[in-house]
């Protein structure tokens, strides 16, 4: 178990992993997926460069399938990601029993069709997962470098890049994210419709982009209002901004006394432009959900 972040390694009955920690990196873009084909692709090639195409083994096909990634698999990804709508890809990692390291996502939203229901509130949804291997290999500094990278070419409203719960929520990981708050639950895919512009609350790496940074005030006025030691804010280019929290990404641990109180500062800044989750949950009450989202207000 690391300083920062707790080892977690649950099996299912079967002798698979189910849940492990890791990090995560999502985008939320409110705008259609045809003017934006490009730059999720490249974004996509950006990831698998770094963590390698030999670790990426299976995708999930059209039906919910899972397939082999093999030269074909890479033809079907790239080619529905580039002439589909709202296209919907899951790459996943190479590695059927062990730990999930890597995984991509992408859900793409029928946000330039008006006559859809909730197209108003929906954002098409990029997600990049990395093992806390990967991190300790090769240090936070190239972490967030990838991270960066991988924003660039998006436009986004909005992302979050820190540690998080890798696998299916459950029993498991609602009995763990009280003591770590600063390990996530994201699900892009049920966010991806109904997020539109806002925030989904602070985490290591908080990308913040139009709406909410111009009506912060811009990015002299949000680092104006961050005085936590270690937190920094990093202009980008087309009206972007970057906060990071420290140099490596912390879990936190209530039992231990520790709070985040970077995290809490920065929550109370985003508070007016925060994302509430969908009411219904199978795997948290409405008032442990609750409890979860506003964990760094209350």
């Known amino acids: 178990m690391s300083e920062r972040y707790p080892r977690i390694r649950l099996r ?128 936070p500094e190239r972490v967030r470098a990838l991270a960066l990278e991988l924003a660039a070419p998006l436009p986004f409203c909005s992302g979050n890049g820190g540690l998080a719960f890798l696998g299916p929520n459950g029993e498991e990981v609602r009995e763990r994210c009280f003591r770590y708050p600063g390990m996530d639950i994201p699900d892009v895919e049920s966010f991806s419709y109904n997020i539109g512009t806002r925030v989904r609350g602070p985490s290591w790496l908080t990308f913040l982009g139009q709406p909410v940074l111009g009506e912060l005030g811009g ?35 209530t039992e231990q006394g520790r709070t985040l109180p970077a995290y809490r500062e920065l929550a109370r800044v985003l508070e007016p432009w925060r994302y509430e989750g969908p009411k219904y949950d199978k795997d948290f009450s409405p008032e442990e959900r609750r409890r979860w989202e506003r964990r760094f207000l209350d």
């Not at 002798?15 to 705008?31: A, I, P, Q």
């Not at 990831?47 to 890479?74: C, H, I, P, R, S």
């Not at 590695?95 to 996502?105: K, L």
């Not at 209002?225 to 990404?249: I, K, Q, S």
């Open 12 to 139: 299912t009955r079967f002798g698979g992993y189910s849940v492990t920690e890791g990090l995560r990196l999502d985008f939320y873009m409110r705008r259609p997926h045809t003017e934006m084909a490009r730059a999720v692709v490249r974004s996509m090639d950006t990831y698998v460069n770094a963590v390698g195409a030999e670790n990426l083994g299976f995708y999930v096909d059209d039906e919910g399938d899972g397939q082999v990634l093999n030269a074909e698999g890479w033809v079907i990804n790239r080619r529905k990601l580039l002439e589909e709508p709202w296209p919907r890809v899951i790459l996943v990692d190479a590695r059927a029993s062990g730990p999930q390291r890597y995984h991509f996502e992408y859900q793409g939203r029928r946000l330039d069709d008006p006559e859809w229901r909730g197209s108003d509130m929906e954002a098409c949804a990029a997600s990049f997962w990395l093992s806390t291997e990967y991190l300790e290999e090769h240090g």
């Open 219 to 253: 990015v002299d006025a949000l680092r104006a209002r961050l005085h936590a030691p270690g937190t920094t804010v990093h202009d980008l280019d087309g009206g972007r901004a970057v906060v990071t929290l420290g140099e490596w990404p912390e879990a936190g641990d």
